[in-house]
């Protein structure tokens, strides 16, 4: 084996993906954003580690069969690299607004693009050399290094790699237009940096040039290396893949509601409201029930439960009251500012409230949820 500066920079970015893999993975791997971007670094991890094999292998004489080797795994980076993008773009920091069945149609064609691309490479030999025609050494800054010689797959991975890049671009720039709340939009600021970093870094010196059949040192460890720690820093300054949004995975068949409101029967919005809390969700209740036998029966020891009442006491709010009626607000849009899209459960079914006071209710629902965004269960 041999190491140079060009093995270190491959081991670095190996090591600041596998960090980030291990912090997602510390995270909760479940929620639908960090598992987007769980696929998203494991691929760039794959990418690097093969990366590493082919610097590691040693200028010729040496072991050529370790460089292809590398070559392979670096592929199987590449390959996969593209799904957890356009997966990080559809689920963070928010679903985009389509149809369930339409989202999940776009991930399987993705993934299933992906596998197939990957399910490929151990065989590229005997495929005539599909995936590379091998791996052949070349100068680059001054040091000999292995280099693969792309093929057919190679090139169309690598075209559909930069193809989800723009897309993620694009739509995490949109996203980033209906975004209020400072840590979200922090969140997505910084990793837009550094991913816009990376990209271009990628684009100029491995993506053009192998298009265009260039021998050029690539740069990509490196810039995997700077866009980690980018998002290194968004994990430690603004918790990113720690408030990313949450679905309920106990109940895999039944459709769990995203960020929006809805108003439902009360059993039902009840029932979501509990399986979205016991999945790890933040959430807010005010209820028709007395609030700490509530908070008993379903084991909510950490969840905040109110109750609507027409007499005061703790942790109890009259609606008709106006200062209650403000505290009921104060208390949604406290919580939203310190996490990203918890549960609320709002029960307006009390057959005292007066229709005015469920219609002020609502409509401040819908102004705080035009802001900070969450998910609002309405019930009467």
């Not at 794959?46 to 460089?67: H, K, M």
Request: glycine share 6%.
């Amino acid at each position: 084996m041999w190491f140079t500066y060009a093995s270190s920079i491959s081991l670095v970015a190996t090591v600041i993906s596998a960090v980030l893999v291990y912090l997602i993975l510390k995270a909760n791997i479940k929620k639908p954003g960090n598992l987007a971007a769980f696929v998203m670094f494991l691929g760039v991890l794959i990418w690097s580690f093969g990366e590493l094999l082919e610097r590691i292998a040693g200028p010729p004489p040496a072991d050529e069969t370790l460089a292809y080797l590398g070559a392979l795994t670096l592929c199987v980076g590449i390959f996969i690299t593209p799904a957890g993008l356009i997966h990080f773009a559809i689920d963070y920091p928010y679903r985009i607004k389509m149809k369930a069945s339409t989202r999940k149609y776009i991930l399987y064609a993705v993934y299933i693009l992906s596998f197939v691309g990957i399910a490929l490479i151990p065989f590229n030999s005997l495929l005539g050399n599909i995936v590379i025609r091998g791996v052949s050494p070349y100068n680059a800054l001054g040091i000999i290094i292995w280099g693969l010689e792309s093929s057919v797959l190679h090139k169309f991975f690598a075209t559909w790699d930069f193809i989800a890049a723009l897309i993620m671009i694009g739509i995490l720039v949109m996203k980033l237009k209906g975004v209020d709340m400072y840590i979200i939009k922090n969140q997505i600021i910084i990793t837009l940096i550094g991913f816009l970093i990376m990209f271009f870094m990628v684009v100029f010196t491995s993506f053009v040039p192998t298009m265009m059949n260039i021998n050029m040192y690539p740069l990509n460890t490196l810039a995997f290396s700077i866009f980690g720690l980018f998002v290194i820093y968004t994990v430690h300054r603004y918790r990113l893949f720690l408030v990313a949004p949450v679905q309920e995975e106990a109940v895999e068949s039944e459709e769990m509601p995203d960020m929006g409101i809805y108003e439902m029967k009360k059993d039902e919005a009840y029932h979501k409201f509990m399986l979205l809390v016991k999945s790890g969700n933040t959430g807010v209740a005010f209820i028709s029930e007395n609030a700490e036998d509530f908070k008993k029966k379903h084991g909510l020891k950490n969840t905040s439960i109110y109750e609507i009442s027409k007499e005061g006491g703790k942790n109890r709010l009259n609606p008709e009251n106006k200062e209650h009626m403000e505290m009921i607000g104060f208390i949604i849009t406290s919580l939203l500012e310190q996490v990203y899209k918890p549960v609320i459960l709002l029960d307006l079914s009390e057959p005292w409230l007066k229709e005015e006071t469920r219609k002020i209710l609502k409509e401040k629902i819908q102004n705080i949820s035009s802001v900070y965004g969450g998910v609002y269960l309405l019930v009467g």
